[in-house]
Antibody, heavy 119, light 111 residues
Framework: EVQLVESGGGLVQPGGSLRLSCVAS????????INWVRQAPGKGPEWVSY????????YHADSVKGRFTTSRDNAKNSVYLQMNSLRAEDTALYYC????????????WGQGTLVTVSS | QSALTQPASVSGSPGQSITISCTGT?????????VSWYQQHPDKAPKLMIY???KWPSGVSNRFSGSKSGNTASLTISGLQAEDEADYYC???????????FGGGTKLTVL
């Protein structure tokens, strides 16, 4: 069974940092791209970042570019989202989602970890 | 404001069919057959229902179908059932710069 489990969320002050983790199981992790997708309360999802299986290609949304960094460790079946210079508008439930073989849809999602940016 | 435009809500009675539209631009929906649809029940993660415009993932009912014309994609649900009541989101590949864009979501109510 494919499983994605996020952790690392919490309450942080504006300007602060957090590092989210996503641990995968039930599939050959090193063969798949992984995305981070966030969803603010009462809003639709917003794609945040994408990392290919080998970390050869990494994309970030314009809204987080320069502040967020995505990385992965295939030996640990894990993907990370380092979030710096956090803003109130970054408050959301952050999901990791497996990319399809072609990379252009999300076939499995975790349950999310909540990030709240507030003073 | 979301990149793709969906109606805020639709409704239908059990057994009926409904269609949810998703309007983008020539930079996303209109340029790629890479539209996907997700179902989200309250306090649950989104679930893939349709990918590449009109393909079903394993385990998804064929009561759900997708199509596309120009810059607009559509999700049709036939034979509505109570458990179909949920939020539905469309998503499209938008090129290497924007990568993936979502719609704002449509709340489906089964009357």
């Amino acid at each position: 069974e494919v499983q994605l489990v996020e952790s690392g969320g919490g309450l942080v002050q504006p300007g602060g940092s957090l590092r989210l983790s996503c641990v995968a199981s039930g599939f050959t992790f090193s063969s798949y791209s992984i995305n981070w997708v966030r969803q603010a309360p009462g809003k639709g999802p917003e794609w945040v970042s994408y990392i290919t299986s080998s970390s050869g290609t990494i994309y970030h949304a314009d809204s987080v570019k320069g502040r967020f960094t995505t990385s992965r460790d295939n030996a640990k079946n894990s993907v990370y989202l380092q979030m710096n210079s956090l803003r109130a508008e970054d408050t959301a439930l952050y999901y990791c989602a497996r990319g399809s073989r072609g990379g252009y849809y999300f076939d499995y999602w975790g349950q999310g970890t909540l990030v709240t940016v507030s003073s | 404001q979301s990149a793709l435009t969906q109606p805020a809500s639709v409704s239908g009675s059990p057994g009926q069919s409904i269609t949810i539209s998703c309007t983008g631009t020539s930079s996303d929906v209109g340029s790629y057959d890479l539209v996907s649809w997700y179902q989200q029940h309250p306090d649950k993660a989104p679930k893939l229902m349709i990918y590449e415009v009109n393909k079903w993932p394993s385990g998804v009912s064929n009561r759900f179908s997708g199509s596309k014309s120009g810059n607009t994609a559509s999700l049709t649900i036939s034979g509505l059932q109570a458990e179909d009541e949920a939020d539905y989101y469309c998503c499209s590949y938008a090129g290497s710069r924007s990568f993936m864009v979502f719609g704002g979501g449509t709340k489906l109510t089964v009357l």
